[in-house]
């Protein structure tokens, strides 16, 4: 007796894996060196802003929401990869998704907040005898920061770009591990 045939449909597709390992394995691996660097510069650029006491909050509130967001749910992702809820889902998908729509949220948090620093770009505020003076240069749009405001938004702009390249990175590795 010859066995019967199997059914194409059944076969082709293979059962939703996770390729990293579960608990506290995952932080041995890069995507798990890229997590916890996702969440250690997304929490500097969070602390950054808000140090800086958000001078420009129209570009500088988005910063403060897509920091916020993606600390809270990079710190989730981690959470269910080293508790090991992550193998009941089709987690390579997820994870995927997950990375895209934070590194798209991230660049134009970077961005913002880039164009919230180079707006500053020669305004100089002199505070003489209770009289402001600011001299500023020809452009249109420019802020008042002090120089230690723009100091603090140098250093998040940097802290986001890095951030962005993380999650960038760890979206890279996720596809890889998806397309296996």
């Known amino acids: 007796m010859s066995e019967p045939a199997a059914n194409p449909a059944a076969t082709s597709f293979p059962a939703p894996t996770i390729s990293l390992p579960l608990g506290l394995e995952v932080l041995r691996t ?10 250690l510069f ?9 140090a800086s006491s958000v001078p420009v909050p129209l570009l500088q509130g988005w910063v403060m929401f897509v920091s916020v967001t993606a600390f809270i749910l990079s710190c989730t992702y981690l959470a269910l990869l080293i508790t090991g809820f992550a193998d009941r889902i089709n987690w390579n998908f997820v994870d995927v998704f997950f990375h895209f729509v934070v590194v798209l949220f991230y660049f134009g948090a970077f961005v913002l907040e880039a164009a919230a620093t180079a707006a500053h770009g020669g305004a100089h505020v002199q505070n ?10 020809e452009r249109n749009i420019f802020t008042i920061l002090t120089d230690r405001q723009y100091n603090i938004n140098i250093a998040a702009t940097i802290f986001a770009f890095v951030t962005t390249l993380c999650y960038g990175l760890s979206m890279l590795m996720g596809f890889k591990r998806w397309r296996m």
């Open 30 to 39: 890069y995507s798990g060196v890229l997590i916890c660097s996702e969440i």
């Open 42 to 50: 997304g929490g500097l650029v969070w602390i950054l802003v808000a």
């Open 128 to 137: 003489q005898t209770g009289l402001i003076c600011v001299a500023y240069s």
